[in-house]
C-alpha cells in the first residue's frame, strides 16, 4: 500500500510529463485563409553599405493583396533617395501556420523575403525582412471604404518624417506635420511646419489639386509658398476614409507619414433617417445629414412633391437637386433620387445662401438596407390592429397583423412610376430583396414588406406577431441580409 509521500511524488512526476500549454484559455488557429482581399500596405526599408553606413532609403505605400491560399502581390508607389514616385508591382507566396507567424517570399519584381505575423483575426499583418539592398518593415489593414474623390473631404491632421536630399545623396532628416484641407471635389491646400535638427521651425503653406481611385489610392500635386512643387500620394484606409496612409516628395526631399480626420470624417455625418447608420442609404431612401451653417432657419416641406429649395438652402446628390423634408443649420433630412445607382460612391454637397459646402461620401446600396422608425429613442414605430401605436400599455397580441414602417427597403416591383419627392403610387410595391421580420428571436409570418402608398421614401413591413410570451422584445426587419436597428415592441397574449 502507497503513503500519502508516494502518492504526492507520483503525482508531481505526472504534472513533471505532461507537454507544457495543455490547455488554453482563449485560443484558435491561424491559416492563409486569415489575410484575404486586398489590405493598405505602408513599407519602408534602409539600405546599408558594406561599411555598415546608411546608405539609401526606401518609402513606399500602395496595398497588399492576398488570395487567401499561397499568392500576394504588392502594388504602390516608392520614394527613394535616387528617384521619387516610382511605382512598383511585386508579386510571391505567403504561407501562416497555425501560430499566426508566418514568411512571404516575393520571386517577381522583387527577390525579398519576409517574416509575417496576421493579427486582429487576419484584418491586420505586420512584415519584416530584407532583400540585396533594403531592410524593410511593414504593416497594413484592411479596413477600406467604397472610395471616390469625395471620400476625400474636411480635415486631415498629419505628421511626417524623412530625408533631405543633395542631388541622390540624404544629407540630413527632416519632420513635418499640419493640417490638410480636402473640399471633396479635387481641390486641397495644407499649412504644415517644417522641423530640421539645429533649424528653426518653418511653417509653410501650399495648395492644388487631387484625385481618387476606386482602390482608395490618392495622388495630390502642391504648389508650395517658398515656390516648390511637391507630390503627394496617400492610400485611404479606416471604415469610412478617416485615416491615411502619406508619401511626400520634391527635388530636396522625401517623407513618409500618416493622417486622420480632425473632426468627423463627412462620410460618417450622412445616415439612415430612421436608424442613422452609416451607408443604409439605398435609392429612394431618406437621409439625415449633419452639419454646421446647413440652413439660415428652420424650415419643413409645406406640400408634396417635396421641394428641391427650402429657404436658401439646396442638396445635391451626384449635382442632382435632392427633395428636401426640413432644415435648419445643423440637420437636413432629405431623399436619395431614385436614379441614383446602386453600389456607388455617391457625392452629397450642401449650398446655402449660393455658398457650397464640401462634398461629402455617401455610399448607395444596390439592395435594401432597412432602418425602423423609432420614437422615444428606443420604440420601434408599429401599428397596432386598431390603429394605435405600439407601446409598453398599449401592446399588440400574438396573431395580430401588425404595421412597422422603416426606410432604406431599397429596389422595389413597383406598381407606378417611381418619382423622386412624389408619393409612392398607390398599390403594392414589395421588395426585391429576400427579406424576414424577428420579434425578439422568432421569425414572423411576414404578409407584406415594401413602399407605403401614397408615402415618400417610406416603406412598411405588415407581419403576423408570433407565437411568443409577454413581454417586450426587439423587432427587426432583414433585406438581402441585411438587418436593421432593433427597436422595441411589446406583446400580450
Known sequence: MRNARTVVLSSFFCLLAAPAWAQTIGGGNCSAANLNGTYSLALDGRAISATGSFAGSFQGIGTATFDGQSVVTFAGIVNTNLAAGQSFKYSGNYTIPANCYGTITLTTGSTATFTLVAWSAGSQYNIAGSDATYVYSGSGNNFQPACATATLSGEYTYQASGFTLSGTTQNGSENEGGVFQFDGQGNVSARYTITSAGLMPVTVSSEGNYSVTSGC?????????????????????????????????????????????????????????????????????????????????????????????????????????????????????????????????????????????????????????????????????????????????????????????????????????????????????????????????????????????????????????????????????????????????????
Not at 493622417?259 to 431612401?285: C, D, K, Q
Not at 454646421?292 to 451626384?318: M, R
Open 217 to 493: 489610392l490618392a495622388t495630390a500635386t502642391l504648389n508650395d509658398s517658398t515656390g516648390k512643387g511637391n507630390a503627394v500620394n496617400f492610400v485611404i484606409t479606416a471604415t469610412y476614409g478617416e485615416a491615411l496612409l502619406l508619401l511626400e516628395a520634391n527635388s530636396q526631399f522625401v517623407r513618409t507619414g500618416s493622417a486622420h480626420s480632425a473632426f468627423l470624417n463627412p462620410t460618417e455625418s450622412i445616415g439612415n433617417v430612421a436608424s442613422y447608420a452609416l451607408n443604409y442609404t439605398p435609392a429612394g431612401s431618406v437621409f439625415a445629414l449633419f452639419g454646421t451653417g446647413l440652413a439660415t432657419n428652420t424650415a419643413s416641406a409645406p406640400d408634396v412633391p417635396l421641394p428641391t429649395t427650402l429657404l436658401s438652402t439646396t442638396v445635391t446628390v451626384n449635382g442632382e437637386l435632392a427633395p428636401l423634408f426640413y432644415v435648419n443649420s445643423g440637420q437636413i433630412d432629405a431623399q436619395i433620387p431614385w436614379d441614383i445607382p446602386g453600389g456607388t460612391v455617391a457625392s452629397v454637397v450642401v449650398t446655402n445662401e449660393n455658398v457650397p459646402s464640401n462634398a461629402a461620401a455617401i455610399y448607395v446600396p444596390a439592395t435594401g438596407t432597412p432602418g425602423i422608425s423609432v420614437y422615444n429613442t428606443d420604440r420601434a414605430v408599429v401599428v397596432n390592429v386598431d390603429g394605435s401605436v405600439n407601446s409598453a400599455t398599449n401592446p399588440a397580441k400574438v396573431g395580430d397583423e401588425v404595421i412597422a414602417y422603416f426606410t432604406g427597403g431599397g429596389p422595389v416591383q413597383a406598381s407606378g412610376q417611381l418619382v423622386s419627392g412624389a408619393p409612392a403610387p398607390s398599390g403594392l410595391s414589395p421588395v426585391t430583396g429576400g427579406s424576414t421580420v424577428t420579434v425578439g428571436q422568432v421569425n414572423a409570418n411576414v404578409v407584406y414588406i415594401g413602399l407605403t402608398p401614397g408615402g415618400i421614401g417610406l416603406y412598411q413591413a405588415n407581419f403576423i406577431v408570433p407565437q411568443i410570451a409577454k413581454g417586450t422584445y426587439p423587432v427587426a426587419i432583414t433585406i438581402s441580409d441585411q438587418a436593421s436597428n432593433r427597436p422595441l415592441m411589446t406583446v400580450s397574449n
